[in-house]
């Protein structure tokens, strides 16, 4: 399944993200629109990308009353994205209802995958401010178990997490990992890292790369690099 590197657009306006497009002559990369991005500029944005020729993976972390997203995935299915998450947290109802409302009664369309705990949660946090008891891993391992329950297509964790989540709801379940930096790289904000190669080794399906590639001097040498450090493609 799967084994893209998805580029994150983390960009506050369509000019400067068009601007970084522009750049790429070649092959188109999956690009990865959020929340900044998306809150400034709409779905034209999405449109306009889509046009271009990129796969989208719309990165808005839906969390409401089922009802509520359900309709919102609605509004979501006709922007021809590629995929598109929901936060595990607002339970497998939730999430069977997101389902619904971007899939209708099919198996096809956009894949549907959910955050289970963010990166930015410490196992502290997690126990004494959201009173949610037991160790973060086995929290990760039971929302990624929920989301399946609820049909979705799989999660997004650390690629450290992508081994345990497979043992636990299969191979074909999706695991898309941020967190991702060259050897030679800085980390910047990212703590629990890894290398494209080492994510590749641990079972990630699809990479979401930032700043290694927005903020390199040569983003597309850089995306390459990428590429062919996670699925062992030359360009
Ligand atoms: O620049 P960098 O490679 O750190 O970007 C990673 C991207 O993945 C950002 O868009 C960030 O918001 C997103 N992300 C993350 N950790 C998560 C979920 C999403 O870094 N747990």
Do not use: W
């Not at 580029?7 to 070649?26: C, E, H, N, S």
């Not at 009173?131 to 049909?151: F, H, P, S």
Request: proline content about 4%; glycine content about 8%; charged content about 30%.
């Amino acid at each position: 399944m799967g084994k893209d590197v998805i580029v994150a657009l983390d960009f506050p306006t369509a000019a400067d993200t068009l601007a970084f497009l522009d750049k790429f002559t070649g092959r188109k990369p999956y690009v990865k629109i959020g929340m900044e991005l998306f809150y400034a500029e709409g779905p034209e944005i999405v449109r306009e990308i889509k046009n271009r020729g990129h796969k989208i993976f719309l990165d808005l972390k839906l969390h409401d009353i089922p009802n509520t997203v359900e309709k919102a995935m609605k509004s979501l299915s006709k922007l021809s994205i590629d995929m598109v998450n929901v936060h595990a947290a607002g339970t497998v109802e939730m999430m069977e209802a997101a389902k619904r409302g971007l899939k209708g009664d099919s198996e096809e369309g956009p894949l549907l995958i959910a955050v289970t705990q963010l990166t930015s949660t410490s196992q502290e946090r997690m126990n004494e401010e959201l009173l949610i008891d037991g160790k973060l891993e086995d929290v990760v391992i039971k929302y990624a178990q929920n989301a399946k329950k609820a049909g979705l297509d799989g999660v997004v964790c650390s690629p450290l997490e992508s081994g345990m989540i497979h043992d636990a709801c299969g191979d074909d379940f999706v695991t898309v990992t941020p967190g991702v930096r060259f050897a030679d790289s800085a980390k910047d904000d990212q703590v629990r890292i890894t290398t494209p190669e080492g994510a590749k080794k641990l079972g990630s399906d699809y990479i979401v790369v930032g700043r290694p590639i927005t903020k390199a001097e040569d983003p597309v040498g850089a995306y390459e690099r990428c590429l062919a450090e996670f699925t062992g493609e030359e360009k």
